[in-house]
Structures are given as structure tokens and as C-alpha cells.
């Protein structure tokens, strides 16, 4: 059974009740990431998820991991480009533990002097293993070259720079203004009383809430653009990525999307394995997918080789999206893409974790409860043409590019990528 409760202060619960379980999933999303960052901030949402759990007014950061401990339950967090998520998994009768323990980071996290100086040396580490990261920076500079000079194109840990010379206040501020209910989401799936849980909301999130009913800062809109960026390294392998922009979270194509990237670079039976990986043997990891956020979507091939592969790789890549221009999808790599689609809806559900994401994120960012059926229902009703149409839509637009790996000959060949 679904629930969903929009408090006076404009914080929203919605819960997924799962009575055959015995534990429950705890979310607090917030609506903040990079796309509300700006050059100067770019990171700030990243390291505030680090710092709310060094302390509060009444816990320590070792009394944080201590009480989680205690029951048994486990508390993490993640930051993604549009969104911050604070989370645990607990047995349902320390659901009032973990929501007491969540409530006290998000409203009293104190941002101590002394942490904040040791944390800032873990994200900073962080961000230079996501240097030595080949694949996070391809996947970080294609963002950039698709979003250039806007707040999407950012990286989600910032820079080095801005860490470092970060303070206390600019930190608190930069929480206080975009941690506010009305971009806040409280997630819930699993074993709950519905109405025990309405009253712990109440208790630790929304009589804490400001009730001024603030609205949160919109994102902006985006313009695509096509980029071509690269980073040399001395590494053995190159990392070749194209992206075109695509459709946003509001879109009704997104399931035909989805199929699209499926067929073209999903499964081992995907046209991009089949073509680079099975046939030539050039590649162990090539792969097509799709990102959405509110006002704009990405459609992205990732391939990594040698380098001395570049450029047969790339014109295998060309070859085989003309030839899916011309000639379109069969019924088979339909019938296929939906069946895996749908059972992959299947599998989510039988994790709270994951639903308990689904959840927060269509409501946090659609404002809608997450139907499981009416998805499935949508996949079900794509055709042939749809793709097709979404595919002509997509891949004959101009399309961003980048390269991670060692200076040699062609190097560039990904961006010269073309299929009109």
C-alpha cells in the first residue's frame, strides 16, 4: 500500500508499506547537487553529505556511528548532480531510532572547526582517486562538453580549490539556503504502522521545519552544446565517450528511451556488444544509457580499448547508428528490450532499498508517487516506431565527445563521429 502526506511547512512523506518485511528503508532526500551550484560553490552539496555526519548539537560524530551500531542498522549517504540523500536500513521496530538520528543531522549538523579541517583532506583525497579514476573523468568531461559553462557540466565533488578554501559559514549558508521542507523528502518503504509513521514525520522532522513555506531555488534551464574536451594520461587503455542531449524526467518517452539505449548498448546481445566486443574482440566494456534530470536528459556511449583501436572502434560506432537510422529496430530487439526492462522493474521492487530511492526521487523530483504497474504498463505500449522516432530525434543531433587517455595519432576521432 502506497501512503503520501504533504505537511503545512511543504515537506512531503511517501511511503511504500511492504508487511511481508521486516525491515525498513529510511530516505531523506534533499534537492540539491551541482545544478544548484555555482563556479564558486561547485562541491559544497557533496561536502556538506560528509559533514552532517561529524557532529550535531547533541551527538558526536562517533555517537552517530555508535547508536546505528547498537541496533544493528546500517546509515549512508550519497550526492548525485540534482539531489542529496541521507539514508538507513534498520529492523522495523528501530525505525524511531534511525528517524531520530537522521532528523538530528539534517536540522543540527554543527560543522565543527576541527572537522571540517580533517574532513576537507578525505574529500580532497576523494576527488584526486576520481583523478586517477579514468572512467569518472571521461564520464566527468563528457558532462562537461554537453553542459558546457553551466551547472549540470559541473562535477558533483567540486574542485579541490573550492574545498579547500571553503569555511564554516560559507558551508552553513550554503545548507541553510537549499536545506528547506519544500525541497525535502521524506522516503519510506518497508515494515511501518502508516500512522506511527505520520507522527514520527511530525515529531522529528516537521516541528523542527521553518513553516515560511520558502520555495526552492528553480534549476536552470540548459542548452546543449557539442563539445569535444580530452584529458591525456599515461594509462594503457583510451575511454571514448559521445553524448547527445536527450529527454528530461517529465518526458513521456522516457521508456522507449530506455529500450533504445538497451538495444543499441545494453546486453552482451546489444548491437554495440555485439559489433565491438563479440565480433572484433576490441573492447570488455562498451555500453549505451541515458541520464534524466528536471529540464533536460543525456544519451551517452562509453567505450573503453587501446588506443590503437581509436579509430575502428569509432567508425564501428558510426556504422552501426547509420545503420539503425536507415534501417530501424526489429520486432525481436523490441520484444527483448521490453522483457528486460520489465524484469527489471520486477527485481527493484523486491529491495525497500531501492524502492525507497524510487520513491524519494519521483516525488522529490516529479512530484509523483512511483507506480511500479504504470511503468510497466508504458513499456508495454512502445512500438517498433517509437524508438525509431525517438532514435532519429536523438543521434542526428550534434553530439558532445571526450577522451581520457594517452596523447597519441586520432586521438580526436570521437568527435568526428558522424551519422547524417
Given at each position: 500500500?502506497d501512503?503520501?502526506k504533504q505537511?503545512?511547512?511543504?515537506?512531503?512523506?511517501?511511503a511504500?508499506?511492504?508487511n511481508?518485511?521486516y525491515?525498513?528503508?529510511l530516505?531523506?532526500?534533499?534537492g540539491?547537487?551541482?545544478?544548484?551550484e555555482?563556479a564558486s560553490?561547485?562541491g559544497y552539496s557533496?561536502?556538506?553529505?560528509h559533514?552532517?555526519?561529524?557532529?550535531?548539537?547533541?551527538?558526536?560524530c562517533?555517537q552517530?556511528s555508535?547508536?546505528?551500531?547498537?541496533?544493528?542498522?546500517?546509515i549512508?549517504?550519497?550526492?548525485?548532480?540534482d539531489?542529496t540523500?541521507?539514508y538507513?536500513?534498520?529492523?522495523?521496530?528501530d525505525?524511531?531510532?534511525c528517524?531520530?538520528?537522521?532528523?538530528?543531522m539534517y536540522?543540527?549538523?554543527s560543522?565543527?572547526?576541527?572537522?571540517?579541517?580533517?574532513?576537507?583532506?578525505?574529500?580532497i583525497e576523494e576527488?584526486?582517486?576520481?583523478?586517477?579514476t579514468p572512467?569518472?573523468v571521461s564520464?566527468?568531461?563528457i558532462?562537461q562538453?554537453?553542459y558546457y559553462?553551466?551547472s549540470l557540466?559541473?562535477?558533483?565533488?567540486?574542485?579541490?580549490?573550492n574545498?579547500?578554501?571553503?569555511?564554516r559559514?560559507?558551508i552553513?549558508?550554503f545548507?541553510?539556503?537549499?536545506y528547506?521542507p519544500?525541497s525535502?523528502?521524506?522516503?519510506?518503504c518497508?515494515?511501518f504502522?502508516?500512522?506511527?509513521l505520520?507522527k514520527?514525520?511530525d515529531?522529528?522532522?516537521?516541528?523542527h521545519?521553518?513553516?515560511s513555506?520558502?520555495?526552492?531555488?528553480?534549476?536552470p534551464q540548459?542548452n546543449?552544446?557539442s563539445?569535444?574536451?580530452?584529458?591525456f594520461?599515461?594509462?594503457?587503455q583510451?575511454?571514448?565517450?559521445l553524448a547527445w542531449?536527450?529527454?528530461?524526467?517529465k518526458?513521456s518517452?522516457?521508456?522507449?528511451?530506455?529500450?533504445?539505449?538497451?538495444?543499441?548498448g545494453g546486453g552482451l546481445?546489444?548491437r554495440?556488444?555485439q559489433?565491438?566486443?563479440?565480433?572484433?574482440?576490441?573492447?570488455?566494456?562498451?555500453?549505451?544509457y541515458?541520464s534524466?534530470?528536471?529540464n533536460?536528459g543525456t544519451?551517452?556511449i562509453?567505450v573503453?580499448l587501446?588506443?590503437?583501436?581509436?579509430e575502428k572502434?569509432c567508425?564501428?560506432i558510426?556504422?552501426?547508428?547509420v545503420k539503425l537510422?536507415?534501417?530501424g529496430i526489429?520486432?525481436?530487439?523490441l520484444?527483448?528490450?521490453?522483457?528486460q526492462?520489465?524484469?527489471?522493474l520486477y527485481m527493484?521492487?523486491?529491495s525497500n532499498?531501492t524502492?525507497?530511492?524510487?520513491?524519494g526521487?519521483?516525488?522529490?523530483?516529479?512530484?509523483e508517487l512511483?507506480?511500479?504497474?504504470?511503468?510497466?504498463?508504458?513499456y508495454?505500449?512502445?512500438?517498433?516506431?517509437?524508438?525509431n522516432?525517438i532514435?532519429?530525434?536523438i543521434?542526428t543531433k550534434p553530439?558532445?565527445s571526450?577522451?581520457v587517455?594517452?596523447?597519441?595519432?586520432?586521438?580526436?576521432?570521437?568527435?568526428?563521429?558522424?551519422v547524417?
Amino acid at each position: 500500500m502506497d501512503f503520501y502526506k504533504q505537511y503545512p511547512s511543504g515537506l512531503r512523506l511517501v511511503a511504500k508499506q511492504l508487511n511481508n518485511f521486516y525491515t525498513v528503508s529510511l530516505g531523506v532526500f534533499v534537492g540539491v547537487g551541482c545544478v544548484k551550484e555555482d563556479a564558486s560553490t561547485n562541491g559544497y552539496s557533496h561536502f556538506i553529505e560528509h559533514l552532517v555526519f561529524k557532529g550535531t548539537d547533541k551527538r558526536s560524530c562517533l555517537q552517530i556511528s555508535e547508536e546505528i551500531d547498537d541496533i544493528g542498522a546500517n546509515i549512508n549517504a550519497y550526492t548525485s548532480k540534482d539531489s542529496t540523500c541521507f539514508y538507513t536500513k534498520s529492523s522495523s521496530e528501530d525505525m524511531e531510532k534511525c528517524m531520530d538520528v537522521l532528523s538530528d543531522m539534517y536540522f543540527n549538523a554543527s560543522v565543527p572547526e576541527d572537522e571540517l579541517e580533517r574532513e576537507k583532506g578525505v574529500v580532497i583525497e576523494e576527488i584526486k582517486m576520481c583523478e586517477d579514476t579514468p572512467d569518472d573523468v571521461s564520464q566527468d568531461l563528457i558532462s562537461q562538453a554537453l553542459y558546457y559553462k553551466q551547472s549540470l557540466g559541473q562535477t558533483i565533488l567540486g574542485s579541490i580549490k573550492n574545498i579547500k578554501y571553503s569555511d564554516r559559514h560559507s558551508i552553513l549558508n550554503f545548507k541553510n539556503k537549499h536545506y528547506i521542507p519544500t525541497s525535502t523528502v521524506i522516503s519510506v518503504c518497508g515494515k511501518f504502522d502508516f500512522d506511527e509513521l505520520d507522527k514520527l514525520v511530525d515529531k522529528y522532522f516537521e516541528q523542527h521545519c521553518d513553516k515560511s513555506l520558502t520555495l526552492p531555488e528553480p534549476e536552470p534551464q540548459v542548452n546543449y552544446t557539442s563539445k569535444f574536451l580530452h584529458s591525456f594520461k599515461p594509462i594503457e587503455q583510451s575511454h571514448l565517450q559521445l553524448a547527445w542531449g536527450g529527454y528530461s524526467l517529465k518526458d513521456s518517452e522516457r521508456c522507449a528511451n530506455n529500450m533504445l539505449a538497451s538495444i543499441l548498448g545494453g546486453g552482451l546481445s546489444s548491437r554495440l556488444n555485439q559489433v565491438i566486443r563479440e565480433q572484433n574482440g576490441l573492447a570488455y566494456s562498451v555500453y549505451a544509457y541515458p541520464s534524466y534530470y528536471t529540464n533536460s536528459g543525456t544519451f551517452e556511449i562509453y567505450v573503453g580499448l587501446s588506443p590503437e583501436n581509436n579509430e575502428k572502434a569509432c567508425s564501428l560506432i558510426e556504422q552501426e547508428l547509420v545503420k539503425l537510422l536507415d534501417s530501424g529496430i526489429t520486432e525481436r530487439e523490441l520484444a527483448r528490450a521490453r522483457i528486460q526492462a520489465i524484469n527489471a522493474l520486477y527485481m527493484n521492487v523486491e529491495s525497500n532499498m531501492t524502492l525507497m530511492r524510487l520513491y524519494g526521487r519521483s516525488m522529490l523530483k516529479l512530484n509523483e508517487l512511483f507506480n511500479v504497474e504504470n511503468d510497466i504498463a508504458k513499456y508495454k505500449a512502445v512500438t517498433v516506431e517509437d524508438v525509431n522516432s525517438i532514435a532519429r530525434h536523438i543521434l542526428t543531433k550534434p553530439h558532445a565527445s571526450a577522451y581520457v587517455g594517452p596523447k597519441v595519432d586520432g586521438y580526436d576521432c570521437v568527435s568526428k563521429v558522424a551519422v547524417k
